[in-house]
């Protein structure tokens, strides 16, 4: 049974049009000309580097950044000039802004009492947001008497007990140490299960995107540059810009205004060209470097007309060679991926 903090009626889509902004003094838009559909029940990602403009979206859809161009609306209802708080959307920061001198249980009541919602409604919402996330036995705790994943939950459950229209979620497993961040986006990941919420994630890691994601938007310099599922992502880059930023990648130089792309995993070393199995693609190479990464070697190459790239071995196989040493690297062509060449490509 779901706690009392799932939504009662149907998920909420939210839809993005045409939203730009522009801040003075910059050479261009941090944000331009975005158009995206938000599904309800959806968890989409934005993915992105630092400056690409996927915060300063989500910073738009909450409220707090003013648009400069476009509309935002949510069930078909417009808030893009609305205040945050007349928006209904939870957000959690990366910081987790609790009050310190509150203890867990006031924390989360706050957003409650600012709506002024019934004292018994507002004890059984904390009561069963807390237990959403796994705090229920720290109730009394104050912040400082928890670890900074204790924290974060606290905020997420601030951000879910008045039962938003959608969550929206900027870096919140930043600040956390590895080991933490794993098991809080086991935790977010279960939560989208049990609310059946429309989520917004905004994050630079690629992991947290491919793991948790319906779907994912990739941003580069304030523009999306594919939206998809995160298989497709990967295996169907529509540009450079993708295929390099969500994972490695062996770009190829192909006839044409094309490049080819190819995972590492996708790759198979040989001795000779005689090796290469009928059907393959294939390129001359040396490796550089055999790199141990726990489950996994990480095999450098530079081919043979100068660029670099990398095949992938699970720990526990057979090398092929070792550095220094000349190989031929083949591929399938069902497992390439053909994208337009960019004006400045990387050495192809």
Request: aromatic share 6%.
């Amino acid at each position: 049974m779901r706690p009392s903090t799932a939504p009662t009626s149907t998920s909420h889509g939210i839809r993005i049009s045409g939203v730009s902004k522009v801040f003075p003094g910059l050479p261009r838009p941090a944000v331009d000309d975005v158009t995206l559909d938000v599904a309800p029940g959806e968890f989409m990602t934005f993915l992105g580097p630092s400056g690409s403009g996927k915060t300063t979206t989500l910073s738009m859809i909450a409220g707090f950044t003013p648009l400069t161009a476009g509309s935002i609306c949510v069930d078909g209802e417009d808030i893009s000039r609305l205040k945050p708080h007349k928006r209904d959307l939870g957000v959690v920061f990366q910081q987790y802004a609790l009050f310190p001198h509150l203890t867990v249980t006031k924390n989360v009541a706050f957003p409650l009492q600012q709506r002024a919602v019934p004292r018994a409604d507002v004890e059984a919402r904390v009561r069963a947001a807390l237990e959403l996330v796994g705090l229920a036995d720290f109730a009394d705790r104050l912040p400082r008497q928890l670890s900074g994943g204790q924290q974060q939950r606290v905020a997420l459950a601030r951000a879910v007990v008045y039962q938003p229209r959608a969550l929206l979620m900027d870096e919140p497993l930043g600040a956390l140490d590895k080991k933490l961040r794993d098991q809080l986006r086991r935790e977010i990941a279960r939560m989208h299960r049990e609310l059946g919420m429309t989520f917004l994630f905004v994050t630079h890691d690629q992991e947290e995107a491919l793991t948790l994601s319906d779907r994912i938007a990739v941003f580069n310099n304030g523009r999306v540059e594919q939206v998809g599922t995160p298989n497709e992502l990967y295996e169907r880059p529509s540009t450079l810009f993708v295929a390099q930023f969500l994972g490695e990648s062996n770009v190829f130089a192909d006839d044409g205004a094309e490049v080819v792309v190819v995972r590492p995993e996708r790759l198979e070393l040989h001795a000779e060209p005689g090796a290469v199995p009928d059907g393959c693609r294939h390129r001359k190479a040396v490796i550089t470097d055999i790199v141990y990464v726990g489950n996994h070697h990480r095999i450098g190459l530079r081919f043979a007309d100068g660029t670099e790239g990398s095949v992938m071995r699970l720990a526990g196989t057979a090398l092929p060679a070792a550095p220094g040493e000349s190989v031929v690297a083949s591929w399938s062509p069902r497992h390439q991926a053909a994208v337009p060449r960019p004006a400045a490509t990387w050495g192809v």
